[in-house]
């Protein structure tokens, strides 16, 4: 799979784990003082900046894997910067990637437009929930309250990630550095490449 | 003694690390999460040069977090059965509802001391080749994750540039917190161009060297996994156990 990847779409995929990282990094440290007020709802309402560099890299690269990659990426360089939440942020960084691969996988990598998009941000959504329903325990928590927790996480995912990738992916292509990327060779930039 | 964390071999520290946590989540009673946070501690006591300081600056925000999550459990919890110890605010608290509440609180803790154990324990370099050599990851994208990280330094400098940029030109006048949380958009696009070309740029620059990216069994610099690391994982898989036994013991 990787042998059709190049390096520059690789190190592209590190570096904006960089950024990104940072950028997740500090929304973890916000939501825990937030979460320290109001519990572990304080994180769902904004679960989809975590989802964002699936759908940006996506966005630009259309490969099979450019989701999963990235988000994995970003996490091991947030283990790497050193936090408390640590070495399980990959498992959940690769949880997630996988939730955003699977709906471009589902329309076969044809398809990138904003509909895709949000799929990719509810895919991220629904997979992470899963996994954090068995890590952190929610099983032990009211099935409604549960419910309600669910439902801001795939809200967040479809809005948060999903338009606000594709509004980060199209302001990218606007200043013209993502030339030589798959996207900007689909002239509107939501046509198949 | 006190480098043995230190020396220990990063990928396997890292499986040991997340083996452990997802066993801990199959534990709901209080003790265990507790016992094994306490028994976390021991283990940096005694086999790290653990800084305490940073140590407890970087548990202070999950502590708060645990305690939001104790709330929470006792307030939208699903158990109801059991007698209730007290009651507060008209919530009747059961001993039962209690006894989950405080396991995901501990839970909580227990994880990120673990946390704590690897990454305040760990290089990050040495951990990124020791994924490659230990656990197969792609040299593709074990260096390609390590060129990313070497930027760190040069992206932190470019944001304080355009957060300048802007404010020389009086682009953000921010006074908020939320102002500027909401202004990042306005730093981050230009960030992530800049990254585009870097990225563009190190990856030329690599493959004029001869990076090619193919797999390959022998290292520069070579991570080596050997006797020490079977047995620090035998005592985080012992400590595990232990307070796994105790636990339930503790709590039947």
């Given amino acids: 799979m990787l042998n059709s990847w190049k390096l520059k779409e690789i190190v592209l995929m590190s570096l904006f784990g960089v950024v990104f990282g940072i950028v997740y990094l500090l929304f973890i440290h916000l939501g825990n003082i937030w979460a320290g007020l109001i519990g572990p709802i304080a994180y769902e309402w904004m679960f989809g900046i975590w989802f964002i560099v699936s759908i940006i890299c996506m966005h630009i690269i259309r490969k099979p894997g450019a989701a999963v990659m990235p988000e994995t990426m970003a996490a091991v360089i947030e283990v790497m910067l050193g936090n408390a939440v640590g070495p399980r942020l990959i498992l959940s960084g690769i949880v997630q990637g996988l939730g955003a691969e699977a709906a471009f996988a589902v329309t076969r990598y044809r398809h990138f437009n904003l509909f895709v998009f949000m799929l990719a941000g509810i895919g991220a959504a629904v997979f992470s929930f899963i996994y954090g329903f068995f890590v952190s325990g929610y099983a032990a928590l009211d099935p409604s309250f549960v419910a309600l927790m669910f439902t801001l996480r795939v809200l967040s995912g479809a809005i948060i990630a999903g338009i606000g990738g594709k509004y980060i992916g199209d302001a990218l292509l606007a200043t013209g550095s993502l030339r030589g990327y798959a996207i900007a060779r689909s002239k509107t930039g939501d046509a198949s490449a | ?252």
């Fill in chain 2, 1 to 252: 003694m006190r480098n043995l964390l230190h020396d220990m071999n990063p990928a396997i520290k890292f499986v040991m690390v997340t083996v452990v946590m997802l066993g801990l989540a199959f534990f709901f009673n209080p003790w265990t999460p507790l016992l094994f946070f306490f028994g976390v501690i021991c283990l940096q006591l005694f086999f790290s040069r653990m800084d305490w300081k940073i140590w407890s600056l970087f548990m202070l925000p999950f502590t708060l977090g645990a305690f939001g999550y104790l709330w929470t459990t006792i307030v939208f919890g699903a158990e109801t059965e059991g007698t209730v110890i007290w009651s507060l605010f008209g919530f009747e608290v059961t001993d039962e509802q209690w006894a989950v509440a405080l396991s995901l609180a501990f839970r909580v803790l227990a994880f990120s001391s673990l946390s704590l154990l690897f990454a305040l324990t760990t290089d990050p370099v040495r951990f990124v080749m020791s994924l490659m050599q230990q656990l197969k990851l792609s040299p593709k994208i074990a260096y390609g994750v390590l060129v990313g990280y070497q930027f760190l330094p040069v992206l932190k400098d470019e944001f304080f540039q355009i957060q300048q940029a802007h404010r020389l030109r009086g682009a953000a006048t921010e006074k908020y917190w939320w102002q500027r949380l909401l202004g990042i958009r306005r730093v981050i696009i230009p960030m992530l161009a800049g990254a585009v070309r870097k990225a563009e740029r190190s990856a030329f620059a690599m493959e004029a060297r001869g990076f090619t990216g193919e797999a390959r069994t022998e290292f520069y610099r070579p991570v080596r996994a050997g006797r020490l690391d079977m047995v620090m994982s035998l005592v985080i898989v012992a400590l595990f156990v232990g307070s796994c036994v105790f636990g339930v013991y503790l709590s039947g």
